[in-house]
């Protein structure tokens, strides 16, 4: 079945560069898109990012100055970087797949920025 | 990036009473392509999001009938006929339609 599952460091410091994972299985990156979400606590969602089928990017503006994702289709992970972090960057990170909609969602990992 | 305001922030509900969440865009959500991306998620507290409706009204597998949407161009509803107790957490409208996507701000359903 479809699964995604987000890793990564919990705690960061500022000025930081963020490496997070997304592992997926159940489908496959060539044919369908990954998007990065992320909910500080107790906030809204908000989309930071999405890879699609082809390897194209579409970025949140507020954050494409500082953001990049990627994938490797082989090991079936999308990457999200995300550099000079501040505390307002603290928040869950979700991965989900895109078809017309975000129809599978990872767990979503918890990131800390903080001094 | 397309704005998606969501109202009200807030609902208190009974059970079984029916409510409805609106959806409005910055801007028309109808695709080239003839198709309006414009989908409704649920939240329950300490869970991810789930896929409830997309392209407007369809709905996903598995989820109730008492959910559905409606709406075209920049101005969305979604209807719960019923509320249950397993309804309750925070609803967000999220457009796939403009790259980025994005959501609403978000409705938080709670019992009256």
């Known amino acids: 079945q479809v699964q995604l599952e987000e890793s990564g460091p919990g705690l960061m410091q500022p000025s930081e560069t963020l490496s997070l994972t997304c592992t997926v299985s159940?489908?496959?990156?060539?044919?369908?898109?990954v998007g990065w979400v992320r909910q500080p606590l107790g906030k809204g969602l908000v989309w930071m990012g999405t890879?699609?089928?082809?390897?194209?990017?579409n970025y949140n503006s507020a954050v494409q100055s500082r953001l990049s994702i990627s994938r490797d289709t082989s090991k079936s992970q999308v990457f999200l970087k995300m550099n000079s972090l501040q505390p307002e960057d603290t928040g869950t990170y979700y991965c989900?797949?895109?078809?017309?909609?975000?129809?599978?969602w990872g767990q979503g990992v918890m990131v800390t920025v903080s001094s | 990036d397309v704005v998606l305001t969501q109202t009200p922030p807030t609902l208190s509900a009974t059970i079984g009473q029916s409510v409805s969440i609106s959806c409005r865009s910055s801007?028309?959500?109808?695709?080239?392509?003839?198709?309006?991306?414009l989908n409704w998620l649920l939240q329950r507290p300490g869970q991810p999001p789930q896929l409830l409706i997309y392209?407007?009204?369809r709905l996903e597998s598995g989820v109730p009938n008492r959910f559905s949407g409606s709406g075209s161009g920049t101005d969305f509803t979604l209807k719960i006929s019923g509320v249950e107790a397993e309804d309750l957490g925070v609803y967000y409208c999220?457009?796939?339609?403009?790259?980025?996507?994005?959501f609403g701000g978000g409705t938080k359903l709670e019992l009256k």
């Open positions: 999220v457009q796939s339609t403009h790259a980025p996507w994005t």
């Open positions: 159940g489908f496959s990156l060539t044919s369908n898109g």
């Open positions: 989900a797949r895109l078809k017309t909609a975000p129809d599978y």
């Open positions: 890879i699609w089928a082809g390897g194209s990017t």
């Open positions: 392209l407007v009204s």
């Open positions: 801007q028309s959500l109808l695709h080239s392509n003839g198709n309006t991306y």
